[in-house]
């Protein structure tokens, strides 16, 4: 019926306003196109929220994970698995099992993330251990930071500039 109601549409426009409309308003009923996915490079932190199972039929961790944990990362829609390393805030800290957390992935090999599809699933030796979804504000500084190159070390200032006579 839809269709229908569609096609007596586009013979009214084409009535009223000539066959000319009909060009645009088949262009605005054509599906868009799926945007590219978005390109990681290796070894770039990529800010992420992370959920640990717990142990569980096949699933789940009985400890915790530690400052560069290798797990083995599958974004949505992606086929490739890849190895990168929980990159947490505090090297000290762990994240239990049952437990989220606001982490940093840091992949040894390039991948890519279809827009729209965020989320991914967190292996070890093969086994599902928890869940993530890459974070949008620290996901844009991360992207901005990315291309303007590596920052300045935090522990050295710059130099003073020399004294110059006057």
Same mark, same amino acid.
């Given at each position: 019926? =839809?269709?229908?109601?569609?096609?007596?549409?586009?013979?009214?426009?084409?009535?009223? @306003?000539?066959?000319?409309? @009909?060009?645009?308003l088949?262009?605005?009923?054509?599906?868009?196109?799926? =945007?590219?996915?978005?390109?990681?490079? /290796?070894? &770039?932190?990529?800010?992420?929220?992370?959920?640990?199972?717990?142990?569980?039929?096949?699933?789940?961790?009985? $400890?915790?994970?530690?400052?560069?944990?290798?797990?083995?990362?599958?974004?949505?829609?992606?086929?490739?698995?890849? &190895?990168?390393? @929980?990159?947490?805030?505090?090297?000290?800290? /762990?994240?239990?099992?049952g437990?989220?957390? /606001?982490?940093?992935?840091?992949? &040894? $090999?390039?991948?890519?993330?279809?827009?729209?599809?965020?989320?991914?699933?967190?292996?070890?030796?093969?086994?599902?251990?928890?869940?993530?979804? @890459?974070?949008?504000?620290?996901?844009?500084?991360?992207? /901005?930071?990315?291309?303007r190159?590596?920052?300045p070390? =935090?522990?050295?200032?710059?130099?003073?500039?020399? +004294?110059?006579? +006057?």
């Open positions: 019926m =839809a269709r229908r109601s569609l096609g007596c549409a586009a013979a009214r426009v084409s009535r009223v @306003l000539g066959p000319a409309a @009909l060009l645009g088949s262009a605005i009923a054509q599906p868009a196109q799926a =945007a590219e996915p978005l390109q990681f490079p /290796e070894d &770039t932190p990529v800010a992420v929220q992370v959920s640990l199972w717990k142990p569980g039929m096949r699933s789940g961790l009985a $400890q915790p994970v530690f400052h560069n944990f290798m797990a083995q990362v599958q974004f949505s829609g992606e086929p490739a698995v890849i &190895t990168c390393a @929980l990159r947490l805030p505090d090297i000290e800290g /762990e994240i239990d099992p437990q989220s957390a /606001e982490i940093a992935l840091r992949c &040894t $090999q390039p991948f890519r993330v279809a827009p729209g599809q965020p989320d991914f699933k967190l292996y070890a030796q093969g086994r599902p251990i928890g869940q993530g979804r @890459l974070q949008a504000m620290p996901l844009k500084q991360v992207m /901005e930071a990315a291309s190159g590596p920052a070390a =935090a522990d050295h200032p710059p130099s003073p500039a020399p +004294d110059r006579p +006057d």
